[in-house]
Structures are given as C-alpha cells and as structure tokens.
C-alpha cells in the first residue's frame, strides 16, 4: 500500500498525544485494511488455484473460457466459499 510518502512522516509521530477516540479510530482503520488484505489474499489464492485446475494449459483460448472451463471454475469458486462458510460457522460455534 502506498502513503505517498506518509509513512515517513507517520514514523515520528508520537501515539500518545492522540485522544482517546482517536487512538480508537487509528486502531479500528489497521483491524479494516487487515481484514481487506486478507480478504484479497483469499481472492488471490482462489484465482490461483480454480485457473490451475480448471485451465489446465494456463491460457484462455478465443478470449473467453470453452464449455468445460466455465463450469469448472464456477463449481470451484462454489466449493471454495461453502468450504469456507463451514469453517466459518465452525469457528462461530467455537466461539461461544
């Protein structure tokens, strides 16, 4: 992620002269852009891996994906977010 320099100035920035709501703020901003980059990471990782198996010579032939290639990823990208929608309601379950 790029600040466009801010990084050097955030770098001297001393955190204990921020109020109370906006310590809360900056907290609440870092748990947001870590949850986005790990949403984007499983994104990535289920790009990855439906394309490896679902195109298997890494190249979409005409433009667009023939009439086993498209089901193929579609069934994938279902299994993935069933997958994790049981570990997700696993972890709720555990939680409580």
């Known amino acids: 992620m790029d600040l466009g320099g801010?990084?050097?100035?955030?770098a001297g920035l001393d955190l204990n002269k921020l109020s109370d709501r906006d310590k809360h703020e900056l907290q609440q901003f870092v748990v947001n852009e870590s949850q986005k980059a790990r949403i984007?990471?499983?994104?990535?990782?289920?790009t990855d891996t439906c394309f490896r198996k679902c195109?298997?010579?890494?190249?979409?032939?005409k433009g667009q994906l023939d009439k086993?290639?498209?089901?193929?990823?579609?069934?994938?990208?279902?299994?993935?977010?069933?997958?994790n929608l049981v570990v997700l309601k696993e972890l709720e379950r555990l939680r409580q």
């Open 40 to 46: 984007q990471s499983s994104i990535h990782s289920l």
């Open 6 to 10: 801010a990084s050097s100035s955030l």
């Open 68 to 83: 086993y290639e498209e089901p193929c990823v579609r069934q994938c990208v279902d299994r993935f977010l069933d997958a």
């Open 55 to 61: 195109i298997p010579g890494g190249t979409i032939k």
